[in-house]
């Protein structure tokens, strides 16, 4: 005799085995600073492709500069998508008109930038909040740039939570951008992130991802790009210097549902039958009038 929930649970097992996995990589998040228009100020610039935030940390303070600042005021944030050399693709988007995401901000009442050496490490620079809910295997690849004075050395960090940030990689040095409109400079560095082995990474809703300033080794403090490149590294000047984010991009694997093999269609179809026997065979209770 054929058992009924023997036969269910079966039929269960083959529609889960249905909805396993298959993979494709995905852009998830994209933010190619190279195909949107100059705008100033833009703190919080949208994504090109996909959704998510971004923001600039650490500009708004009250820290003292070079140039000195407005008491009471502090700094404000003038971050912008400005026109610069970077051309060229990335990721497969279009770096070529020359605009960039400029992270700097503005003491108030002064010309200088906003980063600066009282800033306690990791906590200026740009983050990007992105959910993963639905892909795993999630990478991170970006193109950035300093300007001279610009802090050079970089700390990546990631959130599964929105709250605690960890530290992911070795420091990072910049290249140097020339800040002049439309001359070659040095070039922007690629760098990328694997988060495929870290654990809360995939298929979280809370996930983000810090570009932050980082000090330098040598001296134990923000130094600024052209003294690292020259080999001299000294503490940036609290004046000027920003950094220069070409893109950004968030990849990762999708999951989606596979299609049932033939054979196992075949299995659900002599599965039913039996089912269907089964229902055939009960006795017939015949009641006396």
């Known amino acids: 005799m054929t058992n009924f929930p023997t036969v269910s649970r079966c039929v269960a097992l083959v529609l889960a085995l249905g ?23 833009d703190n919080n610039p949208a994504p090109t492709t996909g959704t998510g935030s971004a923001s600039s940390l650490g500009m708004t303070n009250n820290y003292t500069y070079t140039k000195g600042s407005t008491s009471g005021t502090g700094s404000v944030t003038l971050d912008d998508i400005t ?46 909040d992105v959910s993963t809910a639905g892909y795993t295997n999630v990478g991170l690849s970006f193109n950035w740039a300093a300007t001279t004075q610009g802090v050079a050395n970089m ?42 082995a870290v654990n809360g990474v995939s298929n979280d809703a809370l996930f983000g991802v810090r570009l932050v300033s980082a000090y330098n080794s040598t001296i134990g403090t923000y130094a600024s790009a052209t003294s690292v490149l020259s080999g001299t590294p000294t503490a940036i000047n609290n004046n000027s210097g920003n950094w220069r984010i070409a893109d950004v991009q968030i990849d990762g694997t999708a999951i989606a549902p596979v299609p049932l093999p033939a054979s196992a269609w075949l299995m659900l179809s002599g599965l039913g039958g039996l089912v269907t026997l089964r229902r055939r065979k009960r006795p017939v209770t015949v009641t006396a009038s």
């Open 155 to 196: 700390q990546v960090q990631y959130t599964t939570n929105g709250t605690t940030w960890n530290n992911i990689g070795s420091v990072l040095t910049a290249t140097i951008d020339n800040n002049t409109i439309g001359t070659a400079g040095s070039g922007f560095a690629t760098d990328t992130v694997d988060f495929s």
């Open 19 to 41: 909805a396993c996995a298959s993979a494709h990589a995905s852009i998830i998040t994209d933010w190619s600073f190279g195909s949107v228009a100059a705008v100033a100020p």
């Open 83 to 128: 026109n610069d050399s970077v051309s060229g693709t990335s990721n497969g988007s279009t770096l070529g008109n020359g605009d960039v995401w400029r992270i700097r901000g503005q003491p108030g009442g002064t010309n200088a930038n906003g980063w600066n050496t009282a800033a306690p490490q990791y906590s200026q620079g740009a983050e990007f």
